[in-house]
């Protein structure tokens, strides 16, 4: 009995603890449920990624975003984060952005974005935007509105961007929407501050339109009082008609009524042109006004373009004669290189051409130096007579020169007047032409002593040179003039 209740002890102890355990394992397991169990703020986007299924077409999802509900987190394999849909404002001072005009101008602006909630751009906000701070997130969604701001500023006149800013706003915020889904975010206001050009095309819009609405008020005053004057000059003409109707009938009867009608009638034309030719005198000066005024509107826009174009036209003059300096520039530095390597050339040609002329002069000479010294080597050594070989080799040379020189001097006839007279040396003016004549050609020996030779002994010594004075006497001319002929 005994042992059948310890058997039955055991036995409730042992349930007890397994049931214990079971509980334990139960709380665990419902804590564990709800701490993993998040829930989604309305102002936030629950993002779900790691193991999170696929698509459709088979992929692998990157994230799960869920807003406005709750989702279970599994542990291990699945992670969460949340995207703040607080909306962020973004102030763009855009600056010298160039319109379809070609006049830059400036549009300060800002513009309010958020994260989107739509189904597919939250996708691209959890891939693009998830785990980056505001700031950075700004900085992404400024550089998209500043490029979609210009592009869309380069298809629109100043006119459209100015005058018609509804149309403006709609192509900014269809432009930049669509770029901010691409990352995750949605356009939620713009707001265009100011529109400004640095040219004053814009002021000078402005200044036109402004002159053409005073104008239009001025004609429409005008027209007014136009009007009322004709209104009382009407009435005026029909209380005189009335009381000349009266008086005529009281006084003179019908034929002095209607004399008074007569005469009210003129009255009345006269005034009625006179206020005619006064209200179109104002209508024509309204008009001339107002036609002045936007004239002067007109110049103003027109000189501002002008301004821009001329700035324009500068700066491309400035431009192009900039790259023709520089083209010139280096056409003479081209030009400088050519005429530099054609002097080298020629100098180096003139360089070998004086070489060559010296190596053909030197290689002379040292031709003629050796044969020289074959000629002294034939003379038995002896330079001297070496050189009287040379020179007797080109005696008979020398005496043909001095015979050419003579030979074709043609002396037919000789007359000589001689009156007797004497000479500074005492000789008579005969004796001194045929004593020149001789002495003109060159004795043998003479020829011989120039050659830096001894005439040989057997060609006879050398006499003694015979005097003018003893040639004047040998070929004294007679007292009175003798006329001779030779031959």
């Known amino acids: 009995m005994r042992i059948l209740l310890d058997a039955a002890g055991g036995i409730s102890s042992n349930v007890v603890i397994l049931v214990c355990v079971l509980v334990l394992l139960v709380l665990t397991t419902v804590i564990v449920v709800l701490s993993r169990y998040r829930k989604c703020p309305s102002d936030k986007i629950l993002v779900i990624y790691g193991k999170v299924g696929q698509t459709q077409d088979g992929q692998q999802r990157s994230a799960k975003c869920i807003h406005g509900g709750a989702s279970f987190i599994w542990p291990v394999v699945q992670a969460y984060e949340y995207l703040d849909l607080t909306p962020m404002s973004i102030s763009v001072d855009l600056r010298n952005a160039l319109s379809k005009q070609n006049i830059r101008v400036d549009v300060p602006s800002r513009f309010t974005v958020g994260i989107s909630t739509e189904n597919g751009v939250m996708q691209n906000a959890a891939e693009r935007l998830l785990g980056m701070r505001i700031e950075e997130i700004k900085q992404i ?15 629109m006149d100043i006119e459209e961007i100015n005058s018609d800013r509804d149309k403006f706003l709609e192509a900014v915020s269809s432009n930049v929407e669509t770029e901010l889904k691409k990352i995750g975010l949605r356009l939620i206001n713009v707001n265009v501050t100011d529109i400004t050009d640095e040219s004053g095309y814009i002021v000078a819009l402005g200044k036109e339109a402004a002159s053409k609405a005073i104008n239009d008020a001025k004609v429409s005053v005008a027209e007014a009082d136009r009007v009322g004057s004709i209104g009382a000059a009407e009435a005026d003409r029909d209380m005189r008609i009335s009381v000349s ?24 034309r006269e005034r009625e042109a006179e206020a005619l030719k006064r209200a179109t005198a104002a209508e024509n000066i309204a008009k001339a006004k107002a036609q002045q005024e936007s004239f002067d ?9 002008a301004h821009y174009e001329q700035a324009k036209l500068e700066a491309d003059v400035i431009v192009k004669t900039e790259i023709e300096r520089k083209k010139k520039e280096l056409e003479a530095e081209a030009e400088a290189e050519q005429i530099r390597r054609r002097a080298k050339g ?4 003139t360089l070998m051409k004086m070489q060559a ?14 044969g020289f010294a ?12 070496a050189v009287k070989l040379m020179i007797a080799d080109k005696l008979e040379e020398i005496t043909r020169i001095q015979v050419d020189a003579i030979k074709n001097l043609q002396i037919d006839k000789i007359t000589v007047w001689d009156s007797g007279a004497k000479s500074d040396s005492g000789k008579s003016t005969t004796a001194d032409f045929i004593s020149g004549l001789y002495k003109s050609i060159p004795p043998l020996s003479e020829m011989f002593d120039m050659a830096g030779m001894q005439l040989p002994s057997y060609l006879g010594e050398k006499k003694p040179e015979i005097t003018d004075e003893d040639f004047a006497n040998m070929i004294e001319a007679p007292a009175t003039p003798i006329v001779t002929d030779e031959q």
């Open 141 to 155: 969604a400024e550089d998209i509105i500043f490029g979609q701001m210009r592009l869309i500023i380069a298809t």
């Open 245 to 268: 109707k009266s008086d005529a009938e009281a006084i003179t009867g019908e034929n002095e009524a209607k004399a008074r009608v007569a005469d009210s009638d003129a009255t009345r």
């Open 297 to 305: 509107a007109q110049k103003s826009a027109e000189e501002a373009r």
């Open 346 to 349: 020629e100098a180096d040609a």
């Open 357 to 370: 002329e010296a190596d053909g002069l030197k290689q002379m000479l040292t031709k003629q130096a050796e």
């Open 374 to 385: 074959e000629i002294v080597k034939s003379a038995g050594g002896d330079a001297d007579s």
